[in-house]
């Protein structure tokens, strides 16, 4: 196992250093150089050089490059130019949030989006099986802040159900130890806290968490449909194994390793559907930063960010590959 | 946002020379055609792509008023916007700036489908160049390739769009750049992988039996028989192209106009007036949720055609 990790991470370093490197040319070919995508438009030639010096622009570009990837190293992502502050301090205060949002959007796709897909192939042709297809056509083809949009303007405009935006009411004075407002709210027993952060959660967590949760029911019918015929299941039918094992550690366990892969691929979506559905519920994460910085042109906040989620992405592809020995013990003897 | 589905196994698997066929079966291509017209799913799909292609062809012919004119200036004010029917001549109302939404939406269909075919062609074309060469070539050359599209694919591809957009600066060609460039993965490793899967071949080994090179094998046997996912993704990649574009103008890049009649823009700008004017929102989005439902009803049927599993049916 460790040497499969390690072999893995192994891998990762070429494609990371790949990264880094057009990430690092990318910032040094901005229109006009970077000491002007800085400054802006209107930048004295004076300000220009003084900007050159002190980033070291006017450097040869392979010593310019070491210095970055040093500084890179030691966990230095640079100055946001939007706020002042170091890039990776702004994502480690707001990235509490977005973990927050993603896993309630998860666990709102996982847990509807598996026993939907399972039920669907159980009952195949019939109405809840047509049903769960079309929706899931639909989750897959629509845009995700068009999504938040609906949810915004039906439940928090029109029926007031829920907040249209923020992570919690301003009039709660919550403290905050972790960042991760449930949980501060419950560890410190301000659970009316908990609740409402709890509230401010739900509109943006169904509308990031619905294209997974379509795509999730679509390959969880598909393989149940697949497995469900299988000759082992015919035999463990024969046996006289009752329905709930059979169902249980022969259908649906034999029919999770393709979910489990689309789980994992979904959280490259999750990741930028948080940009968009950030925004629009002006949920004060990691995604809505990144817009900001996309409008502000803070390119050590776009270059910080994509080297983190690449990381971050490549982590979580990791836990995926090992989570299928778990589920599927043959995995584990090869 | 990357591929809708994991593509199908297998891939195509045709009688390479026509001369083999003993003429009682039909090509793999007359075969999913014939199926395709049998499939109510296809038809839905096909009949919501032409009618939207006409729509964006006869743009100019359609819309009662120019793109970004703005002929209704006058009558809104900064506390109402007129919805549908409220004023003679506007049958789907106006939109904050003033612009008429019945020509906006016809206007941004065309940029809409404009940004994602060529967004498309684009990613397919990079792809499928690269896909070649590795799958083709081999060795060293498939090992570099394969790190640069891991490299592209280290970042979710709406974030590669988005930062390769802002980037390459506030225009529409940046759009389309940034969305075939965060394709090109797709495309080249699952056109690598169908040609491996494709090697092993009697008619690859009959082809190397009569002796011909490698190039002839590659081009004219080994890529046409592996075009199959290929086609069925490009298909389904339209979609997320159209539903990545709005995004993208969503987030305030490709430049232009806020008035600018494409779909995303006028989804952006409907957001401060969701309480008011909700239709300004919702047409929009209507339009591009059925385009790419029209996409990916023809791209699954498609697959659903071209695979083997199922075509003796």
């Excluded at chain 1, 899931?136 to 995700?144: C, Q």
């Excluded at chain 1, 039906?154 to 935006?165: G, H, T, V, Y």
């Excluded at chain 1, 923020?166 to 419950?186: C, E, K, M, N």
């Excluded at chain 2, 047409?283 to 083997?308: Q, Y």
Aim: charged share 15%.
């Amino acid at each position: 196992m460790l040497r499969v990790i390690g072999k893995r991470l192994a891998l990762l370093i070429p494609t990371l250093f790949g990264l880094s490197i057009l990430l690092f040319l990318w910032v040094r070919n901005l229109p006009g150089g970077p000491a002007t995508a800085l400054l802006g438009e209107k930048a004295t030639p004076e300000a220009i050089a003084r900007i050159n010096e002190l980033y070291g622009f006017d450097r040869p570009l392979l010593t310019q490059y070491l210095t970055y990837m040093g500084r890179l190293l030691q966990g230095d992502f640079g100055i946001s130019i939007n706020t002042g502050r170091p890039v990776l301090e702004e994502f480690a205060t707001r990235f509490p949030a977005t973990i927050e949002l993603t896993i309630i959007a998860l666990i709102f796709a996982v847990g509807v989006g598996i026993p939907l897909g399972y039920l669907a192939a159980r009952h195949n042709g019939r109405f809840i099986d047509h049903s769960s297809v079309v929706l899931s056509l639909i989750g897959i083809t629509v845009p995700v802040f068009f999504l938040a949009f609906i949810l915004k303007y039906l439940f928090a405009i029109q029926w007031s159900l829920l907040p249209p935006d923020g992570r919690q009411s301003p009039r709660i004075d919550a403290t905050h130890y972790t960042g991760f407002y449930v949980l501060d709210g419950l560890l410190t027993g301000e659970y009316d806290a908990a609740w409402d952060a709890f509230l401010h959660l739900i509109l943006p967590g169904l509308a990031l968490g619905t294209i997974p949760l379509a795509i999730i029911v679509r390959i969880t019918r598909a393989s149940v449909l697949e497995v469900q015929n299988a000759d082992y299941v015919r035999t463990a039918r024969a046996k006289g194994l009752r329905e709930g094992t059979i169902r249980g550690s022969f259908i649906l366990r034999n029919a999770m390793l393709p979910v489990v892969t689309t789980i994992g691929l979904q959280l490259g979506l999750l990741i930028s559907g948080a940009v968009l559905t950030e925004t629009v519920f002006a949920f004060n994460g990691i995604g809505r930063f990144l817009r900001d910085a996309i409008f502000g042109l803070d390119y050590p906040v776009l270059q910080g960010f994509i080297i983190f989620i690449a990381v971050l992405y490549a982590l979580i592809n990791l836990i995926v590959d090992l989570s299928y020995s778990v589920i599927d013990p043959r995995v584990r003897v090869q | 946002m990357s591929t809708i589905l994991p593509p199908a196994a297998g891939g195509s698997v045709a009688p390479a020379d026509p001369a083999i066929d003993t003429g009682r079966g039909t090509g793999l291509w007359k075969d999913a055609y014939l199926r395709l017209r049998r499939n109510p799913q296809a038809i839905v799909g096909a009949v919501i792509i032409g009618l939207f292609l006409l729509v964006a062809v006869l743009a100019p012919l359609l819309a009662p008023y120019g793109g970004d004119e703005l002929p209704g200036r006058t009558s809104i004010t900064p506390t109402a916007i007129p919805g549908p029917g409220a004023i003679e001549g506007f049958p789907l109302g106006l939109d904050r700036f003033g612009g008429d939404v019945l020509s906006k939406l016809i206007w941004g269909a065309r940029a809409s489908l404009l940004i994602g075919v060529v967004s498309t062609a684009l990613g397919l074309a990079g792809g499928m160049l690269l896909g070649l060469l590795a799958g083709g070539l081999g060795g060293w050359v498939d090992s570099v390739i394969m790190r640069f599209v891991d490299i592209l694919l280290s970042v979710p591809s709406l974030l590669l769009a988005v930062s390769i957009a802002a980037m390459l600066g506030q225009s529409t060609y940046a759009i389309m750049i940034a969305i075939g460039v965060s394709q090109i993965s797709i495309f080249a490793r699952l056109l690598r992988s169908t040609m491996l899967s494709q090697r092993g071949a009697d008619y690859i080994l009959a082809a190397q039996t009569l002796g011909l090179s490698r190039r002839t094998i590659t081009m004219s046997h080994l890529l046409p028989n592996s075009m199959g996912p290929v086609i069925v993704q490009a298909t389904l990649s339209l979609a997320t192209a159209v539903i990545d574009a709005a995004a993208l103008a969503y987030l305030g890049l490709g430049g232009g106009l806020p008035q600018t009649a494409e779909w995303g823009r006028m989804l952006t700008y409907a957001q401060a007036e969701l309480g008011v004017a909700p239709q300004l929102a919702f047409l929009p989005g209507a339009c591009i949720v059925i385009t790419a439902l029209g996409f990916t009803l023809l791209g699954e049927s498609l697959r659903e055609a071209l695979d083997p599993k199922t075509r003796r049916k």
